[in-house]
């Protein structure tokens, strides 16, 4: 059968266990590298083994699980050059968002951008867990995109949302009162430019965001994948 013309409740299933699945290798309950085995998950899932193969393929364009030979499927193991590569593409894809919400964002829009902000202020604090710090401030940026109001804008950023995720757990400094304050500052400015319909000018912030992003991204995750190694291959 004709992938587009299968049964819609077929693909509502592989979609279910997409995001089942997509759920707890972010959350850690599945470690880089370690295979997923599609008939134990078909079981444990309760479906059959055609809903889960689909889910894999989906995941796979997100970047979160690689076939390998003789292996099957398993949970990808980001690199340096992953990183490097998520976040070129980010800033291409966030520059472009912000151009258009800029354009196109209503009062509605800026509304909800503006709570995001207070909540990020909330969230932060010597508390937060590096998977909150990362779902508030992905929930901001959410808006960006929905703002833009350009479906394939989104489509492209909901593909590359689970990598960014990932290479957030890595920022070992969100506990902190210098990125509570980094975070409103930046994203407030953001929402303000947006407002006002300055393209040129959000795209420049977004960009200068992200490049600071980067690099601390870039420390933790060194300073992560150090750690993981045995004594002798450091």
Known sequence: MIEALAPAETRALAENVAERLRR?????????GERLREEQLAAALEVSRGPVREAFAQLEREGLVVRRRHRGVVVRRLSERDLAEVYSLRVALEGLALRWAARNATTADHERMEHAVEAIGR???PDVSVREAAQVDLDFHDLVYEAAHHERLDRSWRDL???VFLFFLSRDYVATAEFRDLMVRTHSEIVDLIRAREEERAEEVVERHMRTSYLHVLD???AETNDLQPPGRR
């Open 123 to 125: 969230s932060i604090s």
């Open 24 to 32: 707890a290798i972010l959350h850690g309950d599945f470690e880089p």
């Open 161 to 163: 949302r689970p990598q």
């Open 220 to 222: 933790s995750y060194r």
